[in-house]
Each structure stands twice: as C-alpha cells, then as structure tokens.
C-alpha cells in the first residue's frame, strides 16, 4: 500500500512564498505521475499542478509562472514551490500518485483519476 504524506503548509502574507513537499512510502508503482490538488472551503478539488515520470509539468492557468513542480524519482518525493501567493490560493494542499500509463503520458486534471492521495497540508495567505 503506497502512503503520501506532504508537510511544508502554513501561514504566509500574500506576495510571500511557500514550498510544499510530498513523501511516498511504500511500493509505488513505475512510471508514476504525482500531482497537487487542492481544495478550499464550499469548492471542488481542483487540479493545481503534475509532474510525470519524464519529468513534463503541467499547471492550472492560474498559478503557472509562479509555481514549479519538481521530483526526485528516486526519492520518490514531489515539491511545489509556490510564490507570488494571493488569497485566492488558500485551501488545503493535496499530494496524489497515480500510473496513468507510460512515463511519458499526460496526468489527467480529474482528481477522481488519481488512486493516492496524501492528508493535505493548509495553506493560508493573509491579504
């Protein structure tokens, strides 16, 4: 059984940085993608970034430019470091894992394709 666990959420002004991690343990899979997703009071998970297993990132519209998706493969760990936070980027940060094919094969933004997931860490930004 494969176990994600983020850390790395907090408080921050808007403007300011953060960085979040993900640890998988367990026995992932090959040729995995993982991803974040988030969720803010009253919304829908929405899709936030990925990363596959070639290492091509994908972004939502609106926080590309101003977060980068990262792995180590080996580790088998994921980061988002995001910057520029605004309050609209307030929620709660999910880590997910899921094989969606090939190493090469474009995640699906569809949280319910995605089997693993993490707790979540909050991320709160004060205006």
């Known amino acids: 059984q494969v176990q994600l666990v983020e850390s790395g959420g907090g408080l921050v002004q808007a403007g300011g940085s953060l960085r979040l991690s993900c640890a998988a343990s367990?026995?992932?899979?090959?040729?995995?993608?993982m991803g974040w997703f988030r969720q803010a009071p009253g919304k829908e998970r929405e899709f936030v970034a990925a990363?596959?297993?070639?290492?091509?990132?994908y972004y939502r519209d609106s926080v590309n430019g101003r977060f980068a998706i990262s792995r180590d493969n080996a580790k088998n760990t994921v980061d988002l470091q995001m910057s520029n936070l605004n309050p609209d980027d307030a929620a709660v940060y999910y880590c997910?894992?899921?094989?969606?094919?090939?190493?090469?094969?474009?995640?699906?933004?569809?949280?319910?394709?995605?089997?693993?997931w993490g707790q979540g860490t909050q991320v709160t930004v004060s205006s």
């Open positions: 990363i596959n297993w070639a290492g091509t990132t």
């Open positions: 367990g026995r992932p899979d090959s040729a995995t993608a």
């Open positions: 997910a894992m899921n094989r969606f094919g090939s190493m090469r094969t474009t995640p699906s933004r569809d949280p319910k394709a995605w089997r693993y």
